[in-house]
């Protein structure tokens, strides 16, 4: 018996660590952002078989003992305590558990928000005996932001394959940088696409047409989804009130941010900061 798992997108807003790696490729500048959902050790000790027909996250797969097999892009994948393993988001698979393995649940994406891997390139597997055995021995020591950091740096080694496919993204958002920029370092309610629109010489129309045929989204949404974003970083690594945080992001009134909150993740901005814990430093 095979049991389905469907996935929701709220799940990619939840409470997590998030880290960032900037570098150039080929002279295209290149930033990857890694979001740790969930980090877990799961035992199989009879076969458990499961069908992810829209996976939402990233996974990376570190088997201890015993086997998985994997179907996905028309190909079967055995996986084993041999090495690390990445299934990208966005690539419907199968699997059949023999084993116990540890699994770290991921968002990762570029600056635009897409996701970093391509869905059609199947399994990923590094072979680093060395970086393996920090990340277990992370995680048996309990220590899961040194567990999370080195995670990272798999996902890093893992990247080679992606970097053309991530120049070229972000030549095609190149005339948008404005724009990005100032989502990013100011982010805010106020931003109309009018006003971002301005930034780069264009109609609100002509820059919000042009603009999700480059990344895939809307022009709104991009901008919300900055605001929510710097809304979740304040409510997990600080302890301003979820009032003061409705005021520095422009929302007007606390009620409307909760909404708004809670419409893109699921969540009120108390239950996010519950969720997340005390507040804490950044990794």
């Known amino acids: 018996m095979r049991t389905t798992v469907n996935e929701s997108r709220q799940w990619l807003d939840g409470p997590s660590s998030e880290m960032r790696h900037a570098f150039r490729h080929h002279d295209t500048p290149v930033v990857v952002t890694c979001r740790f959902l969930d980090t877990h050790c799961s035992t199989f000790a009879t076969p ?6 829209a996976p939402v996250v990233t996974r990376l797969f570190l088997p201890l003992s015993g086997h998985a097999c ?19 988001a966005r690539m419907p698979f199968e699997t059949r558990y023999e084993c116990q393995m540890h699994a770290f649940h991921i968002h990762v994406y570029d600056e635009t928000g897409g996701d970093l891997f391509d869905p059609r390139g199947g399994v990923l597997q590094l072979r680093d005996d060395a970086l393996r055995g920090l990340i277990l021995n992370a995680l048996a020591a309990g220590e899961s932001a040194a567990a999370e950091a080195l995670a990272f740096v798999a996902i890093q080694k893992l990247l080679p394959a992606e970097l053309d496919v991530l120049a070229l993204r972000y030549a095609r958002t190149e005339r948008f940088r404005a ?9 805010s309610m106020e931003l109309s696409i009018d006003t971002v629109a301005r930034l780069v010489g264009m109609s609100a129309s002509a820059a919000s047409k042009a603009f999700r045929r480059a990344t895939g989204i809307t022009l709104k949404q991009f901008i919300v989804n900055g605001v929510i974003r710097r809304a979740k970083e304040l409510l997990t690594y600080s302890d301003v ?42 990794p």
């Open 241 to 282: 009130s979820v009032s003061e945080i409705a005021d520095r992001l422009k929302f007007g009134e606390v009620s409307y941010f909760s909404r708004a909150f809670k419409r893109e993740t699921g969540m009120t901005p108390s239950k996010y900061r519950e969720a997340s814990g005390e507040p804490r430093a950044r």
């Open 179 to 187: 724009i990005i920029t100032e989502v990013e370092q100011r982010p």
């Open 48 to 53: 458990a078989s499961y069908v992810h027909p």
């Open 70 to 88: 994997i179907l996905a892009t028309e190909r079967k994948y055995t996986l084993t305590p041999a090495a690390i393993y990445l299934l990208p």
